[in-house]
């Protein structure tokens, strides 16, 4: 016996690769700017348009967002880029929940480079 799996993919801007995938009603997305001369604002900034894009070709937006990881080439960077992501993320609500509705980790190394899986996402409840 077959078992089907509906998923979607929104397609990548290179061949075999996706830039979001969608399965019961849950949509998983990556973002980075495209364009590498913009400056670290302007590649912020690019990288949550494409963000809102792609939940839109699903038929979502920010407001359902569960979690978001962030990785940061340079932490020094990080008070910058919280400047940006409070101005972004204000459409997420928390109103009425326990705890806020998603979770963001930022990180310095690329995810292949970490030793284990962050935790802080896997294992840890919201307050």
Not at 22 to 49: C, N, P, R
Not at 69 to 80: C, M, Q, T
Request: some cysteine; hydrophobic content about 45%.
């Amino acid at each position: 016996m077959t078992v089907e799996f509906p998923i979607e993919r929104a397609p990548g801007v290179a061949p075999g690769r996706s830039s979001a995938s969608s399965y019961g009603g849950l949509v998983w997305t990556v973002a980075t700017a495209l364009d590498k001369t913009l400056d670290f604002k302007g590649q912020i900034a690019a990288s949550f348009e494409k963000i809102e894009r792609v939940l839109a070709q699903f038929g979502t937006d920010k407001r359902y967002l569960l979690s978001v990881n962030v990785f940061l080439s340079d932490l020094g960077s990080k008070a910058e880029f919280d400047v940006a992501w409070r101005q972004w993320s204000v459409a997420i609500p928390t109103t009425g929940r326990k705890g806020p509705a998603w979770v963001r980790f930022c990180h310095p190394e690329p995810w292949w480079r970490l030793p284990l899986w962050p935790q802080s996402l896997n294992d840890r409840a919201l307050p």
